[in-house]
Structure formats: structure tokens, C-alpha cells
């Protein structure tokens, strides 16, 4: 494709992505107000840091992220008492409502409302640190980020930011949160500042293996950032060498956007930035799935649990690992695994291709030659035939289940003490859980949102390459 060509795409691309006139306007308005509002608090000094500080917000994303900076000195409580009750102040003079969430430390997500549209504002109380080497809590190093981005950012990089924001978001890999697992807009930013361009970054992209390494400035030693990190794309920070901004990203989402990168430079259009929600496979598509695969799925479903995403998606991963565990100690195999999860509902997803095991378990013991362990082994299953096999003690046991279904109902049925100590994350381990395989998975799916087999969608047809 020409330069022509791919420079219309853009062009038509970002007239969409970027705020119009009337929507910078009101977000000045409301800039404007939160800093007033949070001034009349002399004991920290406010200040307004995200995409909005730096111009590289996107259309009817109305989010404030306000930062309350204290003096070094007080102390960590004081921090946390103070800074939410000014930011309580802060709502509460803005007519706004708020929930307090929880990183390092509490702070506040509100909400407002001006002329009929309604604004996000995070109010996150940190230190007023002045040499980044030396923050006292992670929230610290963000208005240095600010400041570095803000000092690097042309008008035109800045539409660059947006353009390669609405790419990513299209791809599905953008979003530093624990759901997403993708790139935030501070490592979007860096991309575009490293590379010169959303067309270079995205060439670039496409080049990329997994543990590569950038650094913004100055040279980086490849082989000891990849042993200190250890991640499929490692980006050191500039106001921190020792931490990766890439951190967050996880190797899906780094293979979703070099794929997407590769698939827009072959044929750049407009749909890399819109793509349509995908439409959620039917019970009918999803039964004739399973019968071509020759393969069953089994589904846990709870309610979800009154956490926020940054705690529930974590505990549902550790979930899926320590199910499949559990199911493979039985003897039933995993072959894939997933999880998925909306404001009431979680549910975990496991595709098996054994499902049904003899009754009889072979167990290998010790080799003949070592008497300690063997007089020890024979002793243990003294109740058994024993026999040797390639000089090693053989006996046969026999399992409780033989069927994964009951295996599985059997094991979410135990007390929530039982499940803690088997490995169940403490939110989770107090539901009720309700599994299913076959036909009766099917069954459950229809009391499950849209949402549900909209993720069966991506799970059957997910491709990376």
C-alpha cells in the first residue's frame, strides 16, 4: 500500500479516536473543578496525572486521575487516613459518589456528573518524591512519568499515542490490569516516543521475539535484562532502571499485537482500530465443536464474589491451575482451560481429553536395589500383590472414581476449610459451585450471559500467529 493510502487510514482513524472540541473543552471544565475543589486542602499539593495530563486521551474516555501529594515526612497511616478523607472532601464538593479500591493503598474511584455525561476521577494519595530513585511507595513514580512523557510528547506524537491506544484496544492486548494482562497507556506512550511513530512502533512490533528489550535511553545489556525480568517483552523503565513497564504484559498480548502489527502493515484498513464485537457461539455451534474435537467440557460456576478485578481475576487463574491439578491427580487430562467472569457471575472452563480412567493405578516404587526404601514401600501397600518390573517394585491400587464428573462435583463439595487447604484462593473458596460436563455443561450455559459464549468464541478460535 502507498504512504498515501496508509495516511488516509490514519487520518480517518484518529478524526474518530480524538476528542472533538466540545469534549476538550468540558474536560477542562472539569479539570479545572478538581483541582479547585482539591486546593483547598494546603496540606497536599494536587495534581492531575494520566492520559488527560499528557494529551493522549481518546473520544468519550472521560477519566480523570488525580494524584494528592504529601510531604515525605508523614507517614505511611497518615498517608492512607488523610488522603481519603481529602479525596472524600474533594467528591463530596463536586456532588459526586465514590467507592474506595485498593493497590498499594486505599484510594478513591468517583464519579461526577457535568452538563449530562458522567466523568471517572481516581483521587490517589502518594508522595511528593523529587528524586524518583528514592519513592517510598510504587504510586510515587507516576508524576515523574508524567513529566518525562509530557517533556518527549509532540502534538503529533500525541495523536501517534491515540492512534496506537485504539489499536491495541481493537486487538484485544491493551490494559495493564490483572483481567487484561496488556499494555498500559504509560508503555503506549514510550513505544511511540522509542520508535518515532505509530507506523514505526508498529514495524518494529512485527520484528519482535519474545524477551526483547528496550530501553529509552542509553544502551541496555540484552542478556542481563532478559535473566533479571523474564518476561516476552521487557521495556526498562526511564525514571526507573530497576523495573519493567512491560511487566504486566503477558505473552498473549504480546503476540496479539505483533500479529495485529504484521496483519495491519500487509493491509492497513480502518478495521485494525473498530473491531466488531464478536457475536457469541450458540449452543448448536458449541455441541458440534465438542463432538469434532472429540473432547468434553467441564464448567465450575459461583457467584462471583464482592472483590474488584484487580483481586478476582488473579484468584480465578489460580483457580483454573489448581482445578487442573486436581484433575490430573485423578487422572483426567486437561487438554486447554479457561476462565471468564462479569459483575455476577464466575465460571471456570476445562476441555478434557480424558475424562474416564480404569479403575486399577499402576504405582512404581523403588528400584530393587535400594532395601531401605523398598522394605519401607513394601510395607506401606502391605495389603497389595507386589511385582518387579524393569528392577523397580510394582503395585496396583484402585482409584475412587473413574469418571471425572463426580470426581470433580465431589472435590467443590468440601467444606470451605477443606478447599482452602487444597489450594482454593481464600475469595473464592466460600461459594457454592455448581459443575457440569457434556450435555449438562451445555445446559448450564443457557442460565450464563451472552458474554459467556462470546469468551467459548475466542477460546475455540483464538490463533496468535
Known sequence: ??????????????????????????????????????????????????????????????????????????????????????AKKIIGSLKGKYVIAYAEHPYLKGELKFKGKSYGIDIVPAYDIADPSKIKSAVDRTPHHVKFVKARLTEKLADDVRLLKAFMKASGCYGADTKSRGFSGYLCELLVIKFGSFLDALKAANQWNAGYVIALEGKADIQHEQERFRAPLIVIDPVDPNRNVAAAVSAESFFRFRQASGSFLRLPTAKHFFHPEPKPYSLVEISKEMASRGTRLYLVKFARPDVIDDILWPQLRRAVQMTGKVLEEGGFRVLRSGE????????????????????????????????????????????????????????????????????????????EKELLARGVPNKLAAAKFAVASGAGAIALMKTLPDGFRTFVRGYFEKDLR
Open 1 to 86: 500500500m502507498s504512504d498515501k493510502h496508509i495516511n488516509a487510514v490514519l487520518k480517518g482513524v484518529l478524526n474518530k479516536v480524538k476528542p472533538s472540541k466540545p469534549e476538550i473543552a468540558a474536560m477542562a471544565v472539569m479539570y479545572k473543578k478538581a483541582i479547585a475543589a482539591a486546593s483547598k486542602n494546603k496540606a497536599v499539593k494536587p495534581m492531575i496525572c494520566g492520559s488527560v495530563e499528557k494529551n493522549t486521551w481518546l473520544a468519550d474516555k472521560r477519566e480523570l486521575d488525580m494524584f494528592l501529594l504529601f510531604n515525605p515526612a508523614v507517614s505511611r497511616e497518615d498517608l492512607q487516613k488523610k488522603g481519603l478523607d481529602a
Open 340 to 415: 471468564w467472569a462479569d459483575e455476577r457471575i464466575c465460571t471456570l472452563m476445562f476441555e478434557l481429553d480424558v475424562w474416564q480412567v480404569p479403575k486399577v493405578v499402576k504405582h512404581l516404587g523403588p528400584s530393587i536395589y535400594s532395601h531401605k526404601q523398598s522394605d519401607a514401600f513394601l510395607q506401606h501397600y502391605s495389603d497389595r500383590p507386589a511385582f518387579v518390573e524393569n528392577d523397580c517394585w510394582i503395585v496396583e491400587t484402585e482409584r475412587n472414581h473413574t469418571v471425572a464428573l463426580p470426581y470433580l462435583k465431589e472435590f467443590f463439595e468440601q467444606p
